[in-house]
């Protein structure tokens, strides 16, 4: 693999899906030390990333900024995982499979001994109260019906606030019209928020919501 670049700090109040991410990349590095075998035999794969809220634009930016190596796997019969250079790493596939840098271990190390801790702060939503709080904050309060609404913020309390969740809302989330009714809900969930506390973005698919915690002064929407 080609040898990485420096690699920029890691800002301390880093999204939680992209921690948890990173987390599991380097418990895979971890783990290759501890068992003295290759680094690639313990790659993680883009589902296992996807499935933790990561987008594919994210994913790039990580390989673009030299915070993962990109391979992918090679199917036979060998028990060692077979992996080669992509020609293109910025071009995720099925096979494609992840570990992290030499260069971002330390900016992850560090990273860990700036963070409290404490455990994370979880939303929840008072679903007969029809109230989404992040602890005593009231966040959003629905006055008038909003089915969409109620039914994303019910599906994260119902499964206890994961970083993202596919689309509760049709039972067809690849077709057109579901993406485009999800994605209103998503906007609409970030208007009128009494406190703007946390933000809801669509995961690059089409077809799953993510959440994450946000500065009340940063004005971002």
Known sequence: MASPGPVNPLPPDLWPHLRAALRILLDAWD???QFQRHVW???VDVNRLQALGVTPEEIRWLIENK????ALELTGSAPARQVVEPANPSVLADNSRFVLTAASIEALRKLESQTSVSPPRLPHYAVELRELRLEREL????????????GLLSAFEEQHWPPRIENPLDPHPADAAAKLSLNRAIQRLNRCQKTPLIRFRGDGTGMGVIWELRDPTSGRP
Not at 67 to 70: A, D, K, W
């Open 31 to 33: 783990n290759a030390a």
């Open 41 to 43: 035999e313990f790659a």
């Open 67 to 70: 915070y993962v190596h990109h």
């Open 139 to 150: 966040v959003k309060r629905f006055r008038q019906p909003a089915p969409k609404q109620h």
